[in-house]
């Protein structure tokens, strides 16, 4: 699966997640901004950085859940928060034209949905140009 892909799949879990505010929003201007917000740039989204920030954050075992293959912790409004940083919450949400707090509701879902998706076995698969992504998942939970 490509980053492209992922991030389409990203956008159709904000947008469920999201709620009413979100249903108007096209599927192509959510992955665009979520390409913005995640590590990296463009199409070269960097994964393995998310995963080494949730890892540093004291989240870890949350990350595991989404690598994993079983079911998916959910992950709180202020991890995200800690995760992302509110100045980058509320560049996503104006690309968006949404309140914060529906972007926090909507990445509560596109986070995990992204990292499971590109995730199999406990690690991340190379996608998108990006490279050394097992490799990074298995010195974090190896």
Known sequence: MDIGQLLELGAKAFKSSAGGSAEGLPLGQIAKALSGLLPGSGNNVDLSALIGNLQ?????????????????????VDDLLGLFGKGSIDQFAGQLG??????????????????????????????????GLMGMAGKLFG
């Open 56 to 76: 540093g954050g004291g989240l870890a075992a949350l990350a595991q859940s989404w690598l994993g293959d079983g079911g998916n912790a959910g992950i709180g």
């Open 98 to 131: 949404i309140d914060p707090g529906t972007a926090l509701k909507g990445l509560q879902g596109a986070v995990p949905e992204i990292v499971d998706k590109a995730s199999s076995g406990g690690s991340l698969d190379a996608i998108g140009g990006v490279q």
